[in-house]
């Protein structure tokens, strides 16, 4: 399917439910597939067949008021402790894995310019000036792939949170062309105003 976000949205419309553990009680509930969990599932190598141990640190974070804050950090592959691959039958095989990781590494998520509307960088000729047709929302803007092909979408609550869809989600290119073929075609009328009227001044200072 090219991407995790293709994954889960295919999960969510074949209406396939996704198991989650319920941490208060040892048993499992049946919800709604996330786009966490999708994403997930698809970079963990347990699936795969492999038995790892210590991809995580806990790391105790000191604030200059004296407060402290433990979190966990996801560790990069190399500082795992243990890896061991074909430890135990997997849904597919590490070679097929490996690419997986590739073409999602290769992905990249939406990232909206964050502010109040205000044009950001970047070479999207809308950016912050659209809204959405079918919620009213402002749209966002992304990039993606090696040329950083410019897109829009409307995130709404729902999606935010990984339980949604997109209310709208469309490529930039043929968009912004669109609109600027549409803009030089406004022009037209004007700039057949200003050549006349150029033409009769010109006509009238001969005489």
Not at 97 to 102: D, M, R, V
Not at 129 to 143: A, E, F, Q
Not at 153 to 171: M, Q, S, T
């Amino acid at each position: 399917m090219g991407s995790a976000r293709r994954v889960w949205l295919w999960f969510r419309s074949e209406g396939l439910t996704f198991p989650l553990q319920l941490h208060a009680r040892a048993q499992i509930r049946w919800v709604e597939a996330s786009y966490t969990a999708i994403h997930q599932v698809l970079t963990n190598p347990v699936y795969v067949g492999a038995y790892i141990y210590g991809k995580t640190r806990q790391e105790t974070i000191l604030f200059s008021t004296g407060a402290r804050k433990r979190r966990i950090r996801f560790l990069p592959r190399s500082q795992w402790q243990v890896l061991i691959p074909e430890h135990h039958p997997g849904f597919i095989d590490w070679q097929t894995y490996e690419a997986n990781q590739q073409r999602l590494a290769a992905n990249t998520r939406p990232q909206p310019h964050k502010g109040g509307g205000a044009v950001r960088e970047g070479n999207a000729l809308l950016q912050g000036l659209v809204s959405c047709g079918h919620c009213g929302r402002r749209l966002h803007t992304h990039y993606r792939g090696r040329n950083s092909s410019p897109g829009y979408h409307c995130a709404g609550k729902v999606l935010v949170e990984n339980r949604g869809v997109y209310c709208l989600n469309i490529g930039g290119v043929q968009v912004d062309d669109a609109i600027t073929r549409a803009f030089i075609a406004a022009l037209e009328p004007a700039k057949l105003t200003a050549t006349l009227t150029a033409e009769r001044e010109a006509t009238g200072s001969l005489v």
